[in-house]
């Protein structure tokens, strides 16, 4: 059975700094692409960053430099470091998992950002 489970989401103010985590279970972690998706309030889900098995990241052009994804194999957990976090980042953030046709999705975790 695959699971993705999301944790660290929170309620935290603006200019702070949050750290997810996606540990997956039922996967040959290693060899899947990984990212963190996020969905806002009547907004269509978005890709925030990505990590290829080698890898490789990239970032939406609204957390660059402010978000940092990252991988550990060893503990098949994936991590999305957030700092200088701003309202507009208020969503739920979802994790994937991706190799060839196969697509896994976690449960969601919820990040607001408010004072």
């Known amino acids: 059975q695959v699971q993705l489970v999301e944790s660290g989401g929170g309620l935290v103010q603006p200019g702070g700094s949050l750290r997810l985590s996606c540990a997956a279970s039922?996967?040959?972690?290693?060899?899947?692409?990984m990212g963190w998706y996020r969905q806002a309030p009547g907004k269509k889900r978005e890709l925030v960053a990505g990590?290829?098995?080698?890898?490789?990241?990239n970032y939406a052009d609204s957390v660059k430099g402010r978000f940092t994804i990252s991988r550990d194999n060893a503990e098949n957990t994936v991590y999305l470091q957030m700092s200088s976090l701003k309202p507009e980042d208020t969503a739920v953030y979802y994790c994937?998992?991706?190799?060839?046709?196969?697509?896994?999705w976690g449960q969601g975790t919820q990040v607001t950002v408010s004072s």
């Open positions: 039922g996967i040959a972690f290693n060899l899947y692409n």
């Open positions: 990590i290829t098995s080698g890898g490789t990241t």
């Open positions: 994937n998992a991706v190799w060839t046709i196969l697509t896994y």
